[in-house]
């Protein structure tokens, strides 16, 4: 998403060498410096997502320990809060959304998706980490028209199937959209577990919302 350039490279290993010395001074000040030429959903996307994923690279590596990554994603979630815009106004109460996290503990990318709706107005219904039978009560009870899932372990994009299932058996026609890491790293496992759309960015998110609130191509 951030355009190329020496800026860019030096920002990206700046960051990564920030974060993987938990340097949380040096991480606000390299943020600092990319905020001065890019949006905020530019550094959050085109930054601090590539640089965790680095981190995460070098984990399975074995280059750098658990607490490390615990920590940089610690960071990231606290700095991303400030860089996020304020809520916008509302646009009414159709779609009906609601976001979660299914089954696992990476809320960072909810967080940032659940944002950036709220910030182009969508009612956004954040519920937090759930299990797959609570989620679907929880969907029908608030008569839920879109539901938007983030997952980062496969795992847990495999309980997807469960949530359509269940949402299926009970005549519900809510739509799904899924994100993260399994996602990405397999782009038909979607379809798969029975979702209706994938994204790979806080921005597809909003794009998914849009087109089915009508608002853009179908
Ligand atoms: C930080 C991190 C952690 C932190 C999480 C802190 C927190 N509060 O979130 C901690 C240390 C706790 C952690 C723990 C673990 N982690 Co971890 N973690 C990561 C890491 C490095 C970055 C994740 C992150 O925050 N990225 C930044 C956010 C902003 O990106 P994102 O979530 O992808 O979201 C963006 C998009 O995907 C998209 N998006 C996300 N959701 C949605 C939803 C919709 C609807 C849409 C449209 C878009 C969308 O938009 C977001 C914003 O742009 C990833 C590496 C990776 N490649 O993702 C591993 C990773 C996800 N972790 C992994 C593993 C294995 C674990 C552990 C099992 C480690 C262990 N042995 O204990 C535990 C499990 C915890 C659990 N049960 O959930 C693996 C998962 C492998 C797999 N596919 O199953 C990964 C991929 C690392 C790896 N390369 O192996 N982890």
């Known amino acids: ?82 860089l996020l815009p304020a809520v916008a106004q509302e646009r009414g109460s159709f779609p009906r959304c609601a976001i979660a996290v299914l089954c696992d503990y990476h809320l960072l990318g909810k967080r940032i998706v659940l944002s950036v709706l709220r910030a182009s107005g969508f009612n956004v219904l954040d519920y937090g980490r759930m299990e797959a039978p609570a989620l679907v009560a929880r969907v029908l009870a608030d008569q839920v028209d879109i539901l938007l899932i983030s997952v980062l372990m496969l795992p847990a994009a495999l309980k997807v199937r469960e949530v359509r299932a269940g949402l299926d058996a009970l005549g519900s026609r809510t739509r799904i959209a899924v994100g993260g890491a399994p996602f990405l790293f397999d782009p038909e496992l979607w379809r798969e577990v029975g979702a209706d759309a994938m994204g790979r960015s806080a921005a597809d998110g909003e794009a998914i919302v849009r087109r089915w609130a009508g608002e853009g191509a179908p």
């Open 1 to 82: 998403m951030l355009r190329g350039g020496a800026d860019v490279d030096e920002l990206s290993s700046d960051l990564r060498c920030a974060l993987e010395s938990l340097e949380r001074s040096q991480v606000e000040k390299v943020l600092e410096a990319a905020i001065r030429i890019h949006s905020p959903l530019e550094v959050i996307e085109g930054l601090i997502m590539p640089a965790l994923e680095a981190v995460g690279e070098d984990w399975t590596a074995g280059k750098v320990a658990l607490s490390q990554v615990y920590m940089s994603g610690r960071i990231c979630e606290d700095l991303v809060g400030r």
